[in-house]
Every structure is written in structure tokens, then in C-alpha cells.
């Protein structure tokens, strides 16, 4: 399997329930990303991890919780969810350190909470 | 403040015309700009790059001009084709310890048969 894999593809949940976003990256890339993107806005970078330790939290709220074993997997754990936070939530890596940085992305999640 | 904007929201084009595709950026600091697509129900994919020592980058149909004197970037698909369809975003890179990318809203490009 190549490039940045996503599971699940959709998730419907409740607001108290708890749920796990997974994300694996095939590309032996040392950094990857949690983004969130709502209808008719911009990409929001939600979490960073270089070299396996969060390197950036751009404010996001604690009911979402990120974890990232290895360079290779990254989770977003979430718990007692509102429902504007309904979204497909992206995955990326890159090579920091690169000349050429590109991130590459995975499908997403599309996440409906109700 | 830091924004990546894009000037039309929506670019509806015939089959086989060429589509240009506008972004302006703010921060003059940015030195790597990409474009990416993103079709329904997937993540972006790249389409092409260009480091801010290059006014111009071509890929196959598609070619990205910058222009740093007013901070802004274009995409341009050549004989636009009905599986172009989907939006399309601009990003400017930070680099740095994280590689942070910041995005603008997208423009949706609708290819009429």
C-alpha cells in the first residue's frame, strides 16, 4: 500500500460518544499533520508532529487529542463532540528538512457528529 | 496577518479552453508555493510547485506564474478537460521545523462539456 491511508472514511457519532481517527503513511515521510476542513473554509492545521513529538496545537479545543506512536501512524482520539465539529479531517506527511516540502494527503474522514 | 486568498470562488469553463486560476498571499516571507487539487470525496493532490527564485514552473497542461512584486500566483490548466473538474487550492509554505502550509479558501473549476 502507498501514500497516506485513512480509516475510517466515514463516522457518524454521538456527542458523548468516543472515537479514534487513524492515519498511516507509507513514504518513510518524518512529519505529519491533522488538518480539518469545514464547508467553504480554509484548510485548518489542527496538530503537527515532527519527528514524533508535537511540534505545533493551533488552539484546538481538548476534546480532541492527538497521539503519534511513530513516524508512521498518527491518531486523533475525540470525546464528547458538538456538532460544529462535523468535517472531513485530513491527514498529510512530509519530509521536514527537504528542499521540496510538499505535504501529501490522505482521503480524510468524514465525520458527522450528531 | 498571514492569508492565502483566492479571487474567484467559482471558474466555470468550455471543454478545451484554458482556465486561470488566481491566489494572492500576504506574507512576502513565504519562498515555496504550491497547488494543489482536490476532487469530491478525496484529500488534495499535488499539481505542481515553485520555489520564490522562479517566476514560472511548467508541468504537463498545467503552468504556475509568480509574481512576487504583488504577491501573487496563478494556475493555468491548457485544453481544460471534464476530469479537471474540482477545487483547487493554493498554499504557501513556511518551512521551518514544521513544513507549515496555509491555505486559501479554493476555487471550485466547473468544466462544461
Known amino acids: 500500500e502507498t501514500g497516506v491511508t485513512q480509516t475510517p472514511r466515514h463516522l457518524v457519532m454521538g456527542m458523548t460518544n468516543k472515537k479514534s481517527l487513524k492515519c498511516e503513511q507509507h513514504?518513510?515521510?518524518?512529519?505529519m499533520y491533522w488538518y480539518k476542513q469545514s464547508a467553504k473554509k480554509p484548510l485548518e492545521l489542527m496538530f503537527v508532529?515532527?519527528?514524533?513529538?508535537?511540534?505545533e496545537n493551533n488552539s484546538v479545543p481538548s476534546r480532541f487529542s492527538p497521539e503519534c506512536p511513530n513516524s508512521s501512524h498518527l491518531f486523533l482520539h475525540l470525546h464528547t463532540l458538538q456538532p460544529e465539529d462535523s468535517a472531513l479531517y485530513l491527514c498529510?506527511?512530509?519530509?521536514?528538512?527537504?528542499?521540496?516540502?510538499?505535504?501529501?494527503f490522505g482521503p480524510g474522514t468524514r465525520l458527522t457528529v450528531l | 496577518g498571514e492569508s492565502v486568498g483566492l479571487h474567484l470562488p467559482t471558474l466555470s469553463v468550455q471543454e478545451g479552453d484554458n482556465s486561470i486560476i488566481n491566489c494572492a498571499y500576504s506574507n512576502s516571507a513565504s519562498d515555496y508555493f504550491i497547488w494543489y487539487k482536490q476532487e469530491s470525496g478525496k484529500g488534495p493532490q499535488f499539481i505542481i510547485d515553485?520555489?520564490?527564485?522562479?517566476d514560472k514552473r511548467q508541468g504537463q497542461r498545467v503552468t504556475v506564474l509568480l509574481n512576487k512584486t504583488v504577491k501573487h500566483l496563478s494556475l493555468q490548466i491548457a485544453a481544460t478537460q471534464p476530469g479537471d473538474s474540482a477545487v483547487y487550492f493554493c498554499?504557501?509554505?513556511?518551512?521551518?521545523?514544521?513544513?507549515?502550509?496555509?491555505f486559501g479558501t479554493g476555487t471550485l473549476l466547473a468544466v462544461q462539456p
Open positions: 498554499a504557501e509554505n513556511y518551512g521551518g521545523a514544521t513544513n507549515k502550509l496555509i
Open positions: 508532529y515532527s519527528l514524533e513529538e508535537r511540534v
Open positions: 498529510a506527511s512530509s519530509q521536514v528538512g527537504n528542499r521540496d516540502n510538499e505535504q501529501f
Open positions: 513514504l518513510g515521510h518524518n512529519a
Open positions: 515553485i520555489r520564490s527564485n522562479m
